[in-house]
């Protein structure tokens, strides 16, 4: 073997050895982060938090079924008893009153600091007399009385007003003194992880322990025939991670086997398949080890798309087994390279154009196989030739491709057919021009219908917020953000006062600013005119002046208090809610306010232009996060086409440039161009409407079609194909179509989207490849 050889063996080496070290390091991740922006706008990067670390993102529902009401509400109980001693987890709600106790006890012990009530005209005579005559007709009332021991401290009712606010908006529904569904049939708890919503381990660890816990309490005696259910991001998280890994892990087998079957029965040898693995492993391991030390991070679907890179990687060692049988490797070199290595060329030129995609998702796609695909042909052209050794090759392709010839002769006689199909794919395109995109992202959701209804009506009997509309503050510091929130807050209780909005949240509620904590304070009297205003404003009331001593105690006790700060939160259950609406950024701070629609209102639509009039000048900036999902959905869309023309204008100009024959040129790519038309039509027709992913699979079908029209290309120079090179072409398009098209069964929308486009679109491309194909006339 020559000095060549064992210079590109030891360099194939090392290099394998260094990826499989890398590789052992990378980390690999199956959150939202596929589908976000590298560099969102101001709109999109609260999106992007949210997803990422916002409340909403933390939030698990359960539900508890089966057996009697007194069984759900009692493991209701036990559920929430056990989950609130695991540190993992922030709150566990039910709704029983115990709960709020602690709330309830630093609210009564804040409360002059923390109600918006406490001006000095609450603590005038008659605002004296206005707040105790209210608090005393509460009395009568169920919730009067729950109050009613904290009459003597709190005769202005600054602890009722702050417990009514804690559950703003619709109230969960109340059977056996916890919370259930609308109809009563189902015991609910809300539970919010310390984790991060794009901390998936943390989410899967979470999930696993309410299961764990509500097994050993169904396990009780008395508790049989429970079953729980649960939804929430956190989850979808988790079951998308696991559905990609054994949706990988499965199509990976399902591509491998069919391969090695088709090999076997073409090769008939077990050392031409094994020498198969060696383009491949090491384009696959080449692809993942560069997404990581780029990106930082592979997506799980990245590597999906990757088991399906196997059918074009495996077929530069077919080129090469098949086509060198009669010749040797340096004829093949010499032969059929040139064409193979320009086929390459087209592939990285349309994977390319995704490299420059703001869609983190489409860059790694396009990232992975240029990576594979130059490994992969690299290695066939530098080591496998030597590696396998003179007289390794495929004995009988000739015999074999020679079965294939006749279909090859007569392909031309399709064309009228084939022309008439892709007349009919453009009238029809042309006709449902406007209907052939999905509209919104949630094509790209792994969440099932079940699983949205489930999570739906979980929502709905719970209350629970989506955090759809929220106005944003940034600030550089956390007391200038608290006091823009409050003046945001202001703003807004106007909008709840005419009925335009259902509520908002704000961190202000729990944690007021500094400045508003000093003026609450300085709206308190002293002791001794308090007292002397409480003599005149309860002149014949039902209540006695004489009685509110400890009123005036805590009155006192409040006007020297400290500053409320964010750690008095802590142990409370309080801080979760300030800690997910005020963030600390590198630049400052951001506030959150999240809006409620009106509970009469259907759907959950508030009148947007309403909500930028109030907020104008507060410094706030309103968001419809769907809203956003939609233009940033609608951004990838036209990026892709920008890129995938701009990928596709660059295969055309450098196969201009070198075939330089127009005649030529459009035998190559007008069969590509027809097999796309058909695709699209197809799929539409079919009741597919096409997202980005299917886009991505159209430039595919192009960067891989390709190799078969420069194959036929041949035939314009006078060149006949061998029977060599006819089963070379047929078995290399046969397993990139299987390569693609098992992706087809996947159930994650975005590999399926690849399988259903590429699988086919390989098929079609080697058909209008042969049928077209420009044949040179002789002389």
Not at 226 to 242: D, E, K, N, Y
Not at 337 to 358: K, M
Not at 421 to 443: C, F, K
Not at 551 to 557: G, M, P, Q
């Amino acid at each position: 073997m020559s000095r060549g050889f064992w210079r590109a063996l030891l360099i194939w080496l090392a290099a394998m050895g260094c990826g499989v070290v890398l590789l052992l390091n990378t980390r690999f991740s199956a959150d939202i982060s596929f589908f976000l922006p590298s560099k969102p706008t101001a709109e999109q990067q609260v999106m992007v938090d949210q997803l990422r670390e916002g409340a909403v993102s933390r939030l698990l529902m359960v539900a508890i079924s089966g057996g009697s009401a007194e069984q759900r509400a009692d493991a209701s109980r036990a559920l929430r008893a056990a989950l609130a001693k695991d540190t993992s987890l922030e709150t566990v709600q039910n709704g029983e009153a115990e709960a709020l106790d602690t709330v309830r006890d630093f609210m009564l012990k804040h409360r002059y600091q923390l109600s918006s009530a406490v001006t000095p005209e609450r603590f005038s005579v008659e605002g004296l007399r206005n707040a105790v005559n209210n608090s005393v007709d509460m009395l009568s009332s169920s919730a009067g009385l729950l109050f009613k021991p904290y009459l003597a401290r709190d005769p202005t009712g600054e602890l009722i007003e702050l417990v009514s606010g804690l559950n703003a908006g619709v109230q969960p529904n109340e059977r056996e003194g916890v919370w259930a569904s609308r109809d009563g049939e189902r015991a609910m708890l809300i539970v919010q992880t310390h984790a991060l919503g794009s901390d998936t381990d943390g989410q899967a660890a979470a999930v696993d322990l309410i299961r764990a816990t509500f097994d050993k309490v169904a396990a009780q005696d008395g508790m049989s025939g429970l079953t729980m259910q649960m939804s929430g991001p956190g989850l979808f998280a988790v079951r998308a991670r696991a559905t990609i890994q054994e949706e990988v892990a499965r199509l990976s087998l399902m591509s491998t086997v069919i391969l090695a079957v088709m090999l076997g029965f073409v090769y008939r040898r077990a050392r031409l398949m094994l020498l198969t693995l060696v383009p491949v492993l090491s384009g696959t391991l080449a692809a993942i080890v560069t997404v990581g030390l780029v990106h930082g991070t592979v997506f799980g679907i990245t590597v999906g798309f990757g088991a399906a890179l196997i059918g074009e990687a495996v077929d530069y060692a077919i080129y090469y087994f098949v086509q060198s049988g009669r010749q040797g490797a340096t004829s093949w070199r010499e032969q059929y390279w040139p064409t193979i290595r320009l086929g390459v060329l087209t592939s990285v030129l349309g994977f390319g154009a995704l490299l420059f995609s703001g869609f983190p998702g489409l860059a790694q796609l396009g990232l992975y196989a240029i990576s594979g695909v130059l490994a992969a042909a690299l290695v066939t052209r530098y080591l496998l030739p030597d590696l396998a050794g003179p007289g390794v090759h495929l004995d009988d392709g000739a015999r074999q491709g020679r079965v294939l010839r006749p279909l090859v002769a007569h392909a031309h006689t399709l064309r009228w057919p084939l022309l008439a199909i892709v007349l009919v794919a453009g009238i029809y395109l042309a006709q449902h021009r406007h209907e052939l995109w999905q509209p919104d992202l949630s094509a790209l959701s792994t969440v099932t219908q079940e699983e949205g209804e489930l999570d739906a009506h979980l929502r709905a009997d719970l209350g629970a917020p989506d955090a759809r509309y929220m106005a944003v503050i940034t600030a550089p510091d956390r007391e200038s953000a608290l006091q823009a929130a409050e003046r945001a807050g202001t703003q807004l209780r106007g909008l709840v006062d005419q009925g335009l909005i259902g509520g908002y949240d704000t961190p202000a509620r729990f944690l007021p600013s500094e400045a508003t904590q000093a003026a609450r304070r300085a709206s308190l009297p002293t002791p001794d005119e308090l007292g002397e205003r409480l003599r005149v404003a309860l002149v014949d009331a039902p209540l006695s002046a004489d009685r509110l001593q400890p009123f005036l105690d805590d009155v006192k006790a409040a006007r020297n208090a400290p500053n409320l700060t964010r750690a008095d939160l802590d142990g409370t259950g309080l801080g979760l809610a300030v800690d997910a609406l005020l963030l600390q950024r590198p630049t400052g701070w951001s506030v959150l306010l999240p809006l409620r629609p009106p509970a009469s209102s259907e759907g959950a639509d508030i009148p947007v232009d309403a909500v930028r009039t109030a907020l104008a000048g507060t410094g706030a900036l309103f968001i419809d996060l769907k809203g956003e999902f939609d233009t940033l959905y609608g951004e990838y869309i036209d990026e892709a086409i920008v890129l995938s023309l701009a990928g596709f204008l660059a295969i055309v100009v450098v196969l201009a440039f070198v075939l330089r024959s127009p005649a030529r040129l459009l035998g190559v790519m007008l069969p590509l161009v027809m097999a796309v038309m058909v695709v699209v039509a197809g799929l539409h027709a079919a009741g597919v409407r096409l997202h980005l992913l299917h886009l991505v699979g159209l430039l595919l079908t192009v960067a891989v079609g390709s190799n078969y029209t420069l194959f036929f290309d041949r035939l314009a120079l006078g060149e006949a194909l061998d029977d060599e090179t006819l089963l070379s072409i047929g078995v290399a398009s046969f397993t990139t179509a299987v390569g693609f098209g098992v992706l087809a069964w996947s159930s994650v929308p975005v590999l399926h989207a690849i399988g259903v486009t590429v699988g086919p679109g390989a098929v079609l491309a080697l058909i209008m490849a042969a049928a077209f194909a420009v044949r040179k006339r002789a002389a």
